[in-house]
């Protein structure tokens, strides 16, 4: 079984996986994040980049760069292409494997779209955040036979961290 979490902007989908991920910390996760570099003295999101599952520090290198978040939202497929792919690729003996998140920027990136939709058909579970489109890898990651969806809201979350974790206790790690 795989897990994805959707929901609107800032409404605690990653908050959940981490949430789980660090009250299970004997679990070896594989698999990608995403995170945005905020500019403070701007008060603006700049750069995307993609990371390991594990890292937990931005990597502000040329290739981890995906996309950005400013007036005009700009995509780097090849980045996806190149890193995505070797960060999806990484071998390990895993427990679960992390993809936060799946979404727009990626819509060209035809490697790492491929890559993605292989995983949840391995023997390892897919824990990870989707957007909530109706197209494209969003998509087609939510139709995946082996996946269960659940909308996370301001007003239900903590609801939806309990399903998760009976979920993954139950169906997943069980």
Do not use: W
Request: net charge negative; aromatic share 10%; charged share 25%.
């Amino acid at each position: 079984m795989n897990i994805f979490l959707t929901g609107n902007v800032q409404v605690g989908k990653s908050t959940i996986l981490n949430r789980f991920i660090s009250s299970h910390p004997d679990l070896k996760i594989g698999g990608f994040k995403t995170l945005t570099n905020f500019d403070e003295n701007r008060g603006i999101y700049r750069g995307v980049y993609i990371v390991p599952a594990t890292k937990f520090e931005v990597d502000y290198s040329k290739h981890s760069h995906v996309g950005t978040r400013t007036h005009k939202r700009d995509a780097y497929p090849e980045n996806f292409d190149l890193r995505g792919v070797e960060i999806l690729n990484s071998p390990g003996d895993y427990d679960l494997i992390l993809m936060d998140e799946i979404g727009f920027m990626e819509t060209r990136a035809l490697k790492f779209n491929r890559c993605v939709l292989e995983i949840p058909d391995s023997d390892v579970p897919v824990i990870g955040v989707v957007k909530p489109m109706m197209k494209g890898l969003p998509l087609d990651v939510k139709n995946h036979p082996d996946t269960t969806v659940l909308e996370v809201t301001v007003e239900n979350r903590e609801y939806v961290y309990l399903e998760f974790c009976e979920l993954m206790e139950n169906e997943v790690l069980g």
